[in-house]
Each structure stands twice: as structure tokens, then as C-alpha cells.
T-cell receptor, first 114, second 113 residues
Framework: DAGVIQSPRHEVTEMGQEVTLRCKPI?????LFWYRQTMMRGLELLIY????????DSGMPEDRFSAKMPNASFSTLKIQPSEPRDSAVYFC????????????FGDGTRLSIL | AQSVAQPEDQVNVAEGNPLTVKCTYS??????LFWYVQYPNRGLQFLLK??????LVKGSYGFEAEFNKSQTSFHLKKPSALVSDSALYFC???????????FGKGTRLSVIA
């Protein structure tokens, strides 16, 4: 079975540009999570969805960040305008929603803002 | 509130020796505990989980973990380390609700040949 698919794998862009990260969760999973990983702060939960509805976005750092899940097989994380401090690896994960099941992670998008 | 502590940023072990990566947790109810491994330029990969039952849980790549309720610990172990085990290891916990996993800060394991 295909795992969580993220695109692009790498993104390099200039400060001020809009960045869109994409995620396709595992089919049948009801929960989708967006994380950010940096050396300084480790792994941070940004937002998560249940059945395409945002449940908790308290981890979203600023209004420049937004996330959507228009259907069960697709989600986006958008940064507009981007800043150098947004440089990080962004991960998407999905799970079945059963509390005894793990979250499954994609391989991430490495974002560099120049 | 749920929390996880991984007290060691770095663990070094010689190839062939046993390894232990430590994890302690705090939850209000019964814990569901997980270990993940992250290799360079990859996402977190699920290794094993404790839900209930036997305190010794076996997982992928020869790893196992021991659940200790009195010490609120869930240490990851392997009897004989391989150089290819060198990676970043994360412990995670949730209580019995459908909440996101809470991750520790990670422990970098280096296995030296």
C-alpha cells in the first residue's frame, strides 16, 4: 500500500513568495496532521484534521500559515508571505483515528527560504 | 496533559553491544506508547507500540521495548546494535482519547563499528 505522499520533496524560494506544500494521506485514514521539524525546536504539531475538518490549529505559528483539506485524499499547507525563519522540514502524517494505532508519516518537504 | 521525556540527546554504543534508549511519560489515563525511528532525509517510521498486555513489546528490526508502569517508562532496547541502527529515535504517547501523539524531543543513536 502507498504511504503518505508529500510534494514537493524540496522547495527553495525567495522571501516573500507564496509556498504551497501538498499531502496525500493513506486511503481510509480519518486524521491528518501537519508537523514542522527544526534543529532548534524539534518536532512541532502545527494543525490536525478529522474527517477533513480542522480540529486544532493552535500550533500554527502565524497568520501567514494556513492549511486546508478539501477532500479526504488531499491537504495543503500554505505560507504567504514566506520568511527565512520558516525554513524547516514539514511533515504530513495520517492515522485511522483509533487510539491504539500509530500515525504514519510522509518523507517530508525540506523548505528553504532565502 | 500528556508529556514525554527522552533524557539523552545522544547515545553512543559499539557495534554488537546492547543498546538502550530511554523514555519516560506522563498521562492522566492508561498510556498508549510508541517508538519511531527517523533516518536522514526520511519521515518518522513506526517501530513498535505498547497498548496493553505483555510488558515486553517486540517490533521491527530486532527492537523491543519494556513498559514499566511504576516507573512510567518505556525504554527501547536491542540486544546487539548494528551500525545501520544509527538514527534519530522518538518516543510518543497518547492517552485513550483520539488525540495526536505527543512526541519526545528525540535521541540520536550512534553505533560505532
Amino acid at each position: 500500500d502507498a504511504g503518505v505522499i508529500q510534494s514537493p520533496r524540496h522547495e527553495v524560494t525567495e522571501m516573500g513568495q507564496e509556498v504551497t506544500l501538498r499531502c496525500k494521506p493513506i486511503s481510509g485514514h480519518d486524521y491528518l496532521f501537519w508537523y514542522r521539524q527544526t534543529m532548534m525546536r524539534g518536532l512541532e504539531l502545527l494543525i490536525y484534521f478529522n474527517n477533513n475538518v480542522p480540529i486544532d490549529d493552535s500550533g500554527m505559528p502565524e497568520d501567514r500559515f494556513s492549511a486546508k483539506m478539501p477532500n479526504a485524499s488531499f491537504s495543503t499547507l500554505k505560507i504567504q508571505p514566506s520568511e527565512p525563519r520558516d525554513s524547516a522540514v514539514y511533515f504530513c502524517a495520517s492515522s485511522s483515528g483509533k487510539s491504539n494505532q500509530p500515525q504514519h508519516f510522509g518523507d517530508g518537504t525540506r523548505l528553504s527560504i532565502l | 496533559a500528556q508529556s514525554v521525556a527522552q533524557p539523552e540527546d545522544q547515545v553512543n554504543v559499539a557495534e554488537g553491544n546492547p543498546l538502550t534508549v530511554k523514555c519516560t511519560y506522563s498521562v492522566s489515563g492508561n498510556p498508549y506508547l510508541f517508538w519511531y525511528v527517523q533516518y536522514p532525509n526520511r519521515g518518522l517510521q513506526f517501530l513498535l507500540k505498547y497498548i496493553t498486555g505483555d510488558n515486553l513489546v517486540k517490533g521491527s528490526y530486532g527492537f523491543e521495548a519494556e513498559f514499566n508502569k511504576s516507573q512510567t517508562s518505556f525504554h527501547l532496547k536491542k540486544p546487539s546494535a548494528l551500525v545501520s541502527d544509527s538514527a534519530l529515535y522518538f518516543c510518543a504517547v497518547r492517552d485513550t482519547g483520539n488525540t495526536p501523539l505527543v512526541f519526545g524531543k528525540g535521541t540520536r543513536l550512534s553505533v560505532i563499528a
